[in-house]
DNA sequence: AACTTACCAATTGTCGACAATTTATATGTG
DNA sequence: CACATATAAATTGTCGACAATTGGTAAGTT
């Protein structure tokens, strides 16, 4: 399976894999949302000078999972429900977008393997039931299908390269219930067949549908912890 | 009259103030589009070392207006027709996002404001024909203030902050032709209106619209070159 | 005890130098 | 002469050290 939103770039210079780990432990949690980042620190851990942790820290800046202030330092963001609002909204407009595109833009055999790729979703999830890891790692490559289905290369970047790591960071922190998957499933067929039949409106308008479903799922642990 | 889309961020250190002073250039075309940017002679020419020229090379690659390749360096953005339909793309769709929350959520006399910038654009316009620098101010500010009566943080930082640096590059560039400026006038009144009676779904579909129109605008440009 | 001020430690910003990589030039071979 | 290879120059990536700024601590005043 294509490894979705873990960045295809070549790893090359060692700020790369600086950027690319920390990444990984931002979004999983192992560094703290919220907590403070000491450069020196961090530096140390990974063992390369500041310069180099500088520049991931500016990359890291870039796709909203830290933030900067001059002269005081850097802090992993926190989630909030009001980003989540906020972040959702955007991600809503965008992928919906994405989508339409997508219905016009994407070649038969890629709606084929995208059809094929629901298949062995469903496979995986009768099989391997309350493994959550499989449908995760699924829903995200469905949805990076069809972004990139959709050829806008300013879009790809602005979805794949900035955005989804902070969405998954709420994903993969807050988790998804349960009896969400099979819906999932429904609505993730229903947009392929919008797709394939070239109805870009029908095809925006469900994504954005399947997306702020999404939302309210999250939205439902924040309501949790907060009662 | 605010000045919109200049960054209000306050400049405190020296990569800020390369940063803005790059950004400028590069959006007014004296680093001129496409052209590779060498460090070593840019950081002479700002004054500073390498490591804060990289700081704000990084800063203007988030914003899109260069872009970076590991162990090759950096190139000022291309500004071709392909990358217009892309970036107005997404520009409409969030745009049309921001208007939409607008309708909701801007206080009266946000939309008050808003108003007299109208009446303030038209009589500059009719004093000042021709002289079009007034009515490119004008026309930004009132997109900015939409976009920040979306209150919608993550969207604004998203526009306000990084789009819209490459969306003046193309309006700088590549210029707006005569009679469309009167057409914007109205048009902008048209979502004022839809604004002022929270109507969120004309608000966002007048916004697309009054978009698309400015890219068609810009489009022309492009056209008249390829002849 | 509360508040201000001065100092100190720690952190971030900036610099110049070195290492690694790429690009251009020159040399050699079919 | 075209092409591949090797060498050299230039550029980018990385490092350690210093300067500037901030946040906290302690001393001092009312």
Redo the contacts with the bound molecule.
């Keep these: 399976m294509t490894q979705p939103f873990l960045n295809d770039t070549p790893i ?5 894999q600086v950027f690319v780990d920390m990444r990984r432990e931002i979004v999983e949690g192992s560094i703290e949302q919220g907590s ?6 961090l530096a140390k851990r990974y ?6 942790l ?2 991931a820290l500016n990359r890291l800046e870039s796709c909203y999972l830290v933030e ?7 802090r992993v963001v926190a989630l909030t429900a009001e980003r989540l609002i906020e972040v959702y909204q955007v991600r809503s407009s965008l992928e919906g977008l994405a989508c339409r595109l997508a219905a016009d833009n994407m070649e038969p055999e890629e709606v084929k393997g995208l059809k094929q790729l629901l298949n062995q979703h469903l496979q995986t999830q009768r099989v391997k039931e309350g493994e959550s890891y499989y449908q995760e790692a699924g829903d995200l490559d469905f949805h990076y299908r069809i972004i990139k289905g959709s050829k806008n290369a300013h879009l790809i970047h602005l979805l794949c390269n900035e955005l989804y790591q902070l969405i998954r960071m709420y994903r993969v922190q807050m988790g998804m219930v349960g009896p969400r998957v099979s819906k999932a499933f429904d609505e993730h067929l229903a947009i392929i067949n919008a797709i394939e039949n070239h109805d870009g409106e029908l095809a925006e308008m469900l994504m954005k549908r399947h997306i702020s479903a999404s939302q309210a799922n999250i939205q439902t642990k924040f309501d949790l912890l907060a009662k």
Tied chains: 1, 2.
């Design positions: 090359t210079t060692a700020s790369d403070k980042i000491s450069e020196p620190e063992g390369v000078s500041r310069a180099t500088r520049e900067r202030k001059a002269n005081v330092g850097c």
